[in-house]
């Protein structure tokens, strides 16, 4: 069987080690599965994944001049469904805009001037709500 960068197939975990596993291919070609491949979120420990002799799904990423292939088994999932709902939003110190959405022209210095000033504005509201949830005490144990 002909491989071809981007496909995406099954094979065989033949082995694995602390950087990745080694997944035999249809015709008997054997790739590598970088352990920064595995999965889409941090992976500390491999075997956490994937067992030795499991099927598992993985993409073609490189076949080098060497015959070495490299593979991905996070880029051969099949994408999270979409929803029409809004994401969630990441709870933020007094609800802000941490960057603006809108695009306002002018020259750089009077984006960076806004950008200052709006920053500014954020660190102090910030500094006093982290004051005021400490109860009325200073860094230095003292109360006010």
């Known amino acids: 069987m002909q491989l071809e960068v981007g496909a995406i197939l099954e094979?065989?975990?033949t082995g694995i080690t602390k950087?990745?596993?080694f997944v035999e291919l249809p015709g008997g070609k054997v790739g590598m599965v970088h352990i920064s491949e595995v999965a889409p979120t941090f992976v500390k420990e491999i075997r956490d994944f994937v067992k030795e002799d499991q099927v598992v799904k993985v993409k073609i990423l490189n076949i080098g001049e060497d015959g070495k292939v490299s593979l991905s088994m996070k880029?051969?999932?099949d994408p999270p469904p979409r929803s029409s709902a809004p994401a969630p939003r990441p709870n933020r110190p007094g609800n802000y805009e941490w960057q603006s959405r809108?695009?306002?022209?002018?020259?750089f210095e009077d984006m960076l001037s806004r950008f200052k000033q709006a920053s500014d504005e954020k660190m102090s509201d910030l500094k006093r709500c982290?004051?005021?949830k400490r109860g009325g005490f200073s860094r230095?144990?003292?109360q006010k």
Not at 102 to 107: A, D, F, P, V
């Open 130 to 132: 982290m004051e005021s």
């Open 75 to 77: 880029k051969a999932m």
């Open 140 to 142: 230095h144990g003292q």
């Open 11 to 13: 094979g065989k975990v």
């Open 19 to 21: 950087f990745g596993a």
């Open 102 to 107: 809108k695009n306002e022209g002018g020259s």
